[in-house]
């Protein structure tokens, strides 16, 4: 049984607990163990709810059960039970890119499980699941059967939980390139190695509702910004005539032409640029296109790069609007969560009117359905996707 220790909150703290927030900052903990596991919450009433607690993060408190239990591991792992059933039916497609578990978001703090062709990557991001981990692999073998599951653990997010980064296999062993199917196309995802935990699977939905939307409307010509490994070109190339990646790693590139030989998509070209030298060079050159897509990384890390990622978003979107004809489309997208939606749509209405162009906003998306939300925890709603068309 776990140790009868506990711990105790500010008063602000009660009040983030009591209105549904997981977090509570070390600055709102009064009293904690002096190590990281499992501990009950309390404030003033009473338990408040079970929670896995690092004294060594700023996010020392991460609530996974709200109330008291008589068992907290049996609640730990209901709720990574409910995640599993959540996602039951699409993890039936043994070539499916899925995400499992999307941490808070399924009230299992720090961890994340992606399933690709069922390998399975998974990243602890808490002190307190390191202790877990070898029951949590039993638990997905027996409730998935996956082919592999590998611990990413190479993460910078672990040093601010005073953890070591590794990566090692809790099961199996995985190739070094997975073949996913998303749709009609196929990609190669990378779990030891690629970006995050092998691949971008936060906007496979808004991949697949491009290519499907852009389908017998007669457009020819595309761009595809921020590629990395291409997959929203990929979609593009079944329905225009030419699509050019362009990213500024000549790996991602690489990882691009791979998956264009494996869907023979002949006519995809690839472009290893900086991609606001690159648009603004194509503005001066008359260029102009059909659909553009702009997925960027986050220029917001923190909340102090709010005001220059937005000036950086502005000036892409600005130039991509430019460059499109007129019946043009502009999908556009910030994983910023410190950019919120609002001012990422006024960010977007700005460079239009700066561009002197008149846009409609034909589409407003999120991430994929199995990165849920939960509205009282708004860190878990990041993505923003828009589908502009240029009217004139």
Not at 84 to 109: K, V
């Amino acid at each position: 049984m776990l140790k009868p220790m506990k711990v105790v909150l500010s008063p602000r703290g009660v009040r983030r607990v009591l209105a549904r927030h997981p977090w509570v900052w070390r600055d709102d903990v009064l009293g904690m163990p002096s190590g990281p596991s499992i501990y009950p919450v309390e404030g003033k009433r009473g338990v408040l709810g079970w929670a896995l607690v690092n004294p060594e993060s700023q996010i020392s408190v991460r609530v996974f059960r709200f109330g008291d239990v008589d068992d907290p591991l049996d609640a730990l792992w209901e709720n990574l039970q409910r995640a599993l059933e959540y996602r039951r039916s699409a993890y039936e497609d043994e070539q499916a890119g899925l995400r499992l578990t999307y941490a808070e978001a399924d009230m299992l703090p720090g961890l994340v499980i992606d399933s690709y062709a069922r390998h399975l990557v998974l990243q602890a991001h808490a002190a307190a699941w390191e202790p877990l981990l070898d029951e949590l692999a039993e638990r997905l073998r027996e409730s998935l059967a996956p082919h592999s599951i590998l611990a990413r653990h190479d993460s910078p997010l672990r040093q601010r939980e005073g953890l070591p980064r590794y990566r090692k296999f809790l099961y199996g062993e995985a190739p070094e390139a997975v073949t996913v199917r998303e749709g009609k196309i196929r990609y190669l995802a990378r779990p030891n190695s690629g970006q995050k935990t092998g691949a971008f699977l936060d906007q496979r939905d808004n991949r697949l509702f491009l290519g499907d939307f852009v389908k017998g409307r007669g457009y020819q010509r595309g761009l595809d910004v921020f590629g990395y490994q291409g997959l929203f070109g990929l979609q593009l190339s079944r329905h225009l005539k030419s699509v050019e990646v362009v990213d500024s790693s000549a790996a991602a590139l690489a990882a691009a032409r791979a998956n264009a030989a494996l869907n023979h998509a002949g006519n995809l070209t690839f472009t290893e640029a900086n991609a606001f030298d690159l648009l603004r060079a194509r503005e001066r050159a008359g260029e102009r296109y059909d659909v553009i897509v702009l997925d960027p990384p986050a220029f917001a890390a923190k909340r102090a790069d709010r005001e220059r990622a937005l000036a950086a978003y502005k000036e892409v979107n600005l130039r991509a609007l430019k460059l499109l004809r007129p019946g043009g489309l502009l999908a556009t997208a910030s994983c910023s969560h410190h950019v919120g939606e609002g001012e990422f749509y006024e960010m977007l209405a700005a460079a239009a009117a700066d561009a002197h162009r008149l846009v409609r906003l034909v589409a407003r998306r999120g991430q994929a359905w199995d990165h849920p939300v939960l509205l009282t925890v708004p860190e878990t709603h990041y993505l923003k996707f828009a589908l502009l068309e240029v009217l004139a």
